[in-house]
């Protein structure tokens, strides 16, 4: 069974400084790989995914992410963080076979400071 | 576009009566349907799967009985809390697909409080 870990339980970024969140998955194959946000007390709000084709993936509100597959991860990033992107990151795995369901890692928490 | 409505948004009942959660796509058809539970401060735990006109598939561990999902249509899932108690607050949120079988799209989730 495919398996997602995010090692950081909590990140604090300075305001205007960069970020990366880290995701590694395990999974025999090349997994569809997704990053979501979720605000307090709200559901989620798909950032990127990755299915195939270039390993660098643009998302939404200036996030990205590259899949290494030799290092079975999938890091998120933003070159500077706004106040606003303070929230909780998850990374999601699916089995690339049609509908799938999501395996998701514990979440890590982005604290930004002034 | 591939926006997820829940209704209601908040919702505290007594011990042992029923709650149903409504899950609507409003902008797509969506083929399938996943209900989750979050407890606070950990993950999205997939509770069960739900394809229209099927019956869902649970997750291990989780009461069927109890949980009751129902996909009567492309555009909307219920869940309905059987018997709730107390161990049942959670905030239960659900997730379509239909815009490509491999994306779920989110709902807002619903916070439900048993007291």
């Known amino acids: 069974a495919q398996s997602v870990t995010q090692p950081d339980i909590h990140i604090t970024v300075s305001e205007g400084a960069s970020l990366e969140l880290r995701c590694n998955y395990s999974y025999g194959a090349t997994p569809y790989l997704f990053w979501y946000v979720q605000s307090p007390g709200q559901g989620l709000q798909l950032l990127l995914k990755?299915?195939?084709?270039?390993?660098l993936v643009q998302g939404i509100k200036g996030f990205e992410a590259e899949f290494k597959r030799s290092q079975s991860s999938f890091n998120l990033r933003k070159p500077s963080v706004h106040w606003s992107d303070a929230a909780e990151y998850f990374c999601?795995?699916?089995?690339?076979?049609?509908?799938?369901?999501?395996?998701f890692g514990k979440g890590t928490m982005l604290l930004v400071s002034p | 576009g591939a926006v997820v409505s829940q209704h209601p948004s908040w919702v505290i009942c007594k011990s042992g009566t029923s709650v149903k959660i409504e899950c609507r796509s409003l902008d797509f058809q969506a083929t399938t349907m996943f209900w989750y539970r979050q407890f606070p401060k950990q993950s999205l735990m997939l509770m069960a799967t739900?394809?229209?006109?099927?019956?869902?598939?649970?997750e291990q561990g989780v009461e069927k009985d109890k949980f009751l999902i129902n996909h009567a249509s492309l555009t909307l899932s219920t869940l309905t809390v059987t018997s709730a108690h107390p161990e049942d607050s959670s905030f239960y949120i659900c997730s379509g697909t239909g815009q490509g079988p491999e994306t779920q799209y989110f709902g807002p989730g619903t916070r439900l409080l048993v007291l």
């Open positions: 990755y299915f195939s084709g270039d390993t």
């Open positions: 999601a795995v699916g089995l690339n076979s049609g509908y799938s369901t999501l395996t």
């Open positions: 739900s394809n229209e006109g099927s019956k869902a598939t649970y």
